[in-house]
């Protein structure tokens, strides 16, 4: 079985420095690992995947993740935040159930916040 | 490129009775998946639909079911509801799982269901 464990409920940051999101990640296997940001009142929004390839990983909006299997971390970065990145995001694990099914285990969510 | 579209995207029942939501996946995506977010917490996977097919299913009861139709647009009903199945109902779509080891998946913006 998989989970994901967001480390912190509600991160704050000032406009304009760095953003780090922790999670850490339990799988039997080599995982696919995502971030997603909600918006609110939105859907969800693909941010980057690991699928296996780079540890380091590059995203939409300047986001970053590296991917370190001895510690089972994906932390999401970013190095100046704006305004806009106040929002919701989700660390998250693919797994392959079988017969062509994945199924995606989300963690609790981070509420990330941008002070002016 | 039309995104996944969900309706209605707010709609109130009244404990005991039915409710059907919909979906229209992403073009050219043949795969939907159904997640249930109640406030405050991370989306949980209810059930997948791969050419009309259950093909993936969560820890929820029976009283949630699904269809998906030829164009790959896709129902979920939840019968006899309950105050706990208030939430945030969203929908993915993707392309065939089988050739896709990632398990990357596109979002609607949600439908809100409250029980009251």
């Known amino acids: 079985a998989q989970s994901v464990t967001q480390l912190d409920s509600h991160v704050s940051v000032s406009e304009g420095t760095p953003v780090l999101l922790r999670c850490n990640y339990s799988s039997s296997y080599s995982p696919s690992l995502f971030w997603y940001v909600q918006h609110p009142n939105k859907g969800l929004q693909l941010l980057l995947k690991?699928?296996?390839?780079?540890?380091l990983v590059k995203g939409i909006n300047g986001f970053e993740a590296e991917f370190k299997k001895s510690e089972t971390s994906f932390h999401l970065t970013k190095p100046s935040a704006h305004m806009s990145d106040a929002a919701e995001y989700f660390c998250v694990v693919s797994s392959y159930s079988g017969a062509g099914s994945y199924q995606l285990t989300f963690g609790k969510g981070t509420k990330l916040s941008v002070i002016p | 490129e039309t995104g996944v579209t969900q309706s209605p995207t707010h709609l109130i029942k009244t404990r005991g009775q039915q409710v059907t939501l919909r979906c229209s996946s992403q073009s050219g995506h043949n795969t939907v998946s159904w997640y249930q977010q109640a406030l405050g917490q991370g989306p949980q996977f209810i059930f997948q639909y791969y050419r009309e097919e259950e093909n993936g299913r969560g820890n929820f009861p029976p009283r949630f079911s699904g269809l998906q139709f030829p164009n790959y647009s896709s129902e979920l009903n939840v019968n006899a509801l309950e105050l706990d199945d208030s939430a945030l109902y969203l929908c993915?779509?993707?392309?065939?799982?089988?050739?896709?080891?990632?398990?990357?998946?596109?979002f609607g913006e949600g439908s809100r269901l409250t029980v009251l």
């Open positions: 993915a779509s993707s392309f065939s799982l089988l050739r896709d080891n990632t398990g990357e998946l596109f």
């Open positions: 690991y699928t296996s390839a780079a540890t």
